[in-house]
């Protein structure tokens, strides 16, 4: 029974890491759409996988690495190709279009620095892969549906991706301290971060009625409140520390 208990988030974790792997095959044969989808249902099995090693107290170092390396596949891997196969669609070739792969070789490094940095147990010290991930999945998902829009032809210049994968790549190593979105954790009850989070609560309604109000696809609301979770955290480092 105990061998089950224990092996159950390891098995969630196993997911996140089928469905990564799926999405970066759908991903090459050109299904950007489905590959996004794919990458949600990771970024599901990442959160319930530590939901329940908390839950049934089944933490295991086995579990620790399992755990960064089907987010280097879900979370780095999958988004940096996503970003490739955009850029290939919209008729772009050469070397600009490898650019992004970098966002793999930034999700390695920063998936690496938090397994051994005691300072991010309750927090973030940078971008976490996950975030990443989905700002450019939404945005790839958001293209792939509307390849004659606008937002489609910048994605479809030699600069506009290649300069968002470096963007991230840097805010995923950064110093900019940046509060977990996995609720419950230990340092989660100062002040400065419950502000933070009541923020970041309130405003995802707002992206998604703004976004549905637009007329807008709903990966954009996706791709926004994300964007704004970065904002958030680079303000919050910004202003004065208040208790």
Same mark, same amino acid.
């Given at each position: 029974m105990g061998f089950i208990r224990k092996s159950i988030p390891n098995t969630i974790t196993s997911m996140n890491l089928l469905s990564g792997a799926i999405g970066v095959i759908l991903c090459l044969g050109g299904d950007v759409r489905t590959a996004f989808l794919l990458m949600l249902a990771s970024a599901v099995f990442d959160f319930f996988d530590g939901l329940a %090693?908390?839950?049934l107290e089944a933490y295991s170092d086995i579990g620790k690495e399992l755990d960064s390396l089907a987010d /280097? &596949?879900?979370? #780095? *891997? *999958?988004?940096?190709l996503m970003l490739?196969?955009? /850029?290939?669609q919209g008729g772009v070739h050469g070397a600009a279009a490898f650019i992004p792969l970098i966002l793999a070789i930034f999700s390695a490094l920063r998936l690496a620095k938090f397994n051994i940095d005691p300072r991010q147990h309750d927090s973030f010290i940078g971008l976490a892969t996950p975030a990443a991930a989905m700002i450019c999945g939404s945005l790839c998902h958001f293209v792939a #549906?509307?390849?004659? #829009?606008?937002? %489609?032809? &910048?994605c479809a210049s030699y600069w506009a991706l290649p300069v968002l994968g470096i963007t991230l790549? %840097? *805010? *995923?190593?950064?110093e900019i301290p940046m509060f977990s979105m996995k609720f419950g954790k230990g340092k989660g009850t100062?002040? %400065?971060?419950?502000?933070i989070r009541i923020a970041f609560i309130v405003m995802i309604p707002v992206i998604v009625l703004a976004v549905a109000a637009a007329g807008l696809e709903w990966s954009l609301a996706v791709c926004f409140t994300f964007i704004g979770y970065i904002l958030l955290n680079i303000l919050s480092a910004l202003l004065p520390k208040s208790n």
């Amino acid at each position: 029974m105990g061998f089950i208990r224990k092996s159950i988030p390891n098995t969630i974790t196993s997911m996140n890491l089928l469905s990564g792997a799926i999405g970066v095959i759908l991903c090459l044969g050109g299904d950007v759409r489905t590959a996004f989808l794919l990458m949600l249902a990771s970024a599901v099995f990442d959160f319930f996988d530590g939901l329940a %090693a908390r839950v049934l107290e089944a933490y295991s170092d086995i579990g620790k690495e399992l755990d960064s390396l089907a987010d /280097m &596949i879900s979370f #780095g *891997l *999958l988004p940096s190709l996503m970003l490739h196969r955009t /850029m290939v669609q919209g008729g772009v070739h050469g070397a600009a279009a490898f650019i992004p792969l970098i966002l793999a070789i930034f999700s390695a490094l920063r998936l690496a620095k938090f397994n051994i940095d005691p300072r991010q147990h309750d927090s973030f010290i940078g971008l976490a892969t996950p975030a990443a991930a989905m700002i450019c999945g939404s945005l790839c998902h958001f293209v792939a #549906g509307h390849p004659d #829009g606008s937002v %489609a032809a &910048i994605c479809a210049s030699y600069w506009a991706l290649p300069v968002l994968g470096i963007t991230l790549s %840097a *805010l *995923l190593v950064s110093e900019i301290p940046m509060f977990s979105m996995k609720f419950g954790k230990g340092k989660g009850t100062d002040k %400065a971060t419950v502000r933070i989070r009541i923020a970041f609560i309130v405003m995802i309604p707002v992206i998604v009625l703004a976004v549905a109000a637009a007329g807008l696809e709903w990966s954009l609301a996706v791709c926004f409140t994300f964007i704004g979770y970065i904002l958030l955290n680079i303000l919050s480092a910004l202003l004065p520390k208040s208790n």
